[in-house]
């Protein structure tokens, strides 16, 4: 068997943690006011759906929905809408993954709510009790219900946590042959992981509906009529595992957008979004320890109204990568020379971060530096201790305690969080208070 297919010839038990409707378990960790009752938390600038909880679900209430759509069933369900929380679950993540790192000795954080747990230091009879404890631990510490799926591949074990959902169960184990077969029968091929529309159409045309319909193929066959990642898939829910280690690989871009409170219509009003953009890129950047030397930012009017939809864009290269937030506003600025277009009323703005590169890696210069270039130059040596102080006032004293003048002084055009929930574990003046 190739090894470019396979990574392992003997198959071992992989376990499938995910925290329950996370966003919304975490909401529920501090409130629980909010249990038993339908929540749903939104985007950024209170846009749509994305986290609900399962009497939300009930309701009808598609992922990705916009808040529009569904606030007719508010009032009569007594739904509570729920600004979201970032900071509050990226560290009730943080916390969970370290119990799970207590828990097993190889550890693969999949996403901010799952991950893998290699089993093979464990027998088959004490899975069930495995399961149990680290059900009970998590629920203990963190306040966080989960499921887990216990199988011989990823694949099989995602298939395993997703029933055990669907069945109400704690934790639900495919350790025989019989009991994999008997849950593949019940589950679509396009509930599989990896599967999406796209392949889904396609195997029902080649009269593959299930999932055991598909682990019945040959690995041949499918690396004929789906590619390897195809022939991948086939094996794995032959219970051979063959998914590589998922490995954090550096991000290619970083990308801020938001939609507006208020349509401007002005250049200055326009140039003081973005420049809060800027900042909000450099401090991304500094945090990854990246650098990018190429920005492209938009401004778009709302392709709703009933006036012609327009988008500006622009970009600017810069002479060296750089994550110094006067230098990414100098070049925002450049860029949206060329986006603007007067006689429009602007919805929505962003900018978007290229070619990111490590901080402090050697790249070569251009050989006719922009001037914009030469005046980074001349403040280079104190740009990395300006920044840096900004960052850490900020983070010390609250967002913008600090600002560049660029952004404006009073700028309420981004919609608020009306319904964020404290940061009860992060930030000293929203602690929790017990009476």
Not at 23 to 33: D, H, L
Not at 124 to 138: G, L, P, Q, S
Not at 246 to 262: A, C, E, F, P, V
Request: with cysteine.
């Amino acid at each position: 068997m190739s090894s470019t297919i396979c990574e392992t010839k003997h198959p071992a038990f992989f376990a499938l943690i995910d925290g329950n409707n996370f966003f919304v378990s975490c909401e529920r960790v501090f409130n629980p006011s909010l249990n038993n009752k339908p929540v749903v938390v939104l985007s950024h600038n209170d846009g749509c759906a994305i986290a609900r909880s399962n009497e939300a679900k009930q309701l009808g209430i598609p992922m990705g929905a916009p808040l529009h759509t569904f606030s007719h069933l508010i009032k009569p369900h007594c739904i509570a809408i729920l600004s979201s929380n970032f900071e509050l679950y990226t560290d009730l993540s943080r916390r969970m993954m370290c119990i799970l790192k207590t828990c097993a000795p190889d550890i693969e954080i999949y996403s901010i709510d799952e991950a893998f747990l290699t089993l093979s230091y464990l027998s088959a009879t004490e899975h069930n009790v495995f399961a149990t404890r680290i059900y009970d631990t998590i629920l203990k510490h963190i306040g966080i219900p989960t499921t887990i799926g216990i199988a011989p591949t990823k694949t099989l074990a995602k298939i395993a946590n997703r029933q055990a959902k669907h069945l109400s169960k704690i934790h639900l184990i495919l350790n025989t042959e019989n009991l994999i077969n008997q849950t593949l029968r019940t589950t679509n091929v396009g509930d599989v992981w990896g599967v999406g529309k796209a392949l889904t159409h396609t195997l029902r045309c080649l009269g593959v509906y299930t999932s055991y319909d598909l682990a019945q193929k040959k690995p041949m066959w499918a690396r004929q009529h789906l590619s390897i990642m195809g022939e991948r898939l086939v094996r794995e829910l032959q219970s051979i595992p063959c998914i590589p280690r998922h490995i954090n690989k550096q991000q290619k871009s970083i990308q801020i957008t938001r939609s507006l409170r208020r349509n401007v219509t002005t250049f200055n009003e326009l140039s003081q979004l973005l420049s809060a953009h800027a900042t909000r890129l450099g401090e991304k950047l500094r945090q990854a320890k990246l650098t990018t030397s190429e920005i492209t930012i938009f401004c778009q009017t709302n392709r709703f109204s009933k006036t012609p939809h327009y988008k500006g864009e622009g970009s600017f290269t810069f002479t060296e990568p750089t994550n110094d937030t006067q230098t990414l506003i100098k070049g925002t600025m450049h860029a949206l020379i060329h986006a603007f277009l007067d006689g429009h009323s602007y919805h929505s703005t962003g900018i978007h971060a290229l070619n990111l590169t490590d901080e402090g890696m050697l790249k070569q210069k251009a050989l006719f530096p922009s001037q914009l270039s030469q005046n980074q130059t001349a403040r280079k040596k104190c740009i990395p201790h300006i920044n840096s102080a900004i960052d850490t006032l900020n983070k010390r004293l609250g967002k913008n305690t600090i600002f560049w003048a660029s952004s404006g002084i009073q700028n309420d055009t981004h919609k608020p969080a009306h319904s964020r929930s404290p940061r009860y574990t992060t930030n000293w003046h929203e602690l929790a208070i017990v009476r």
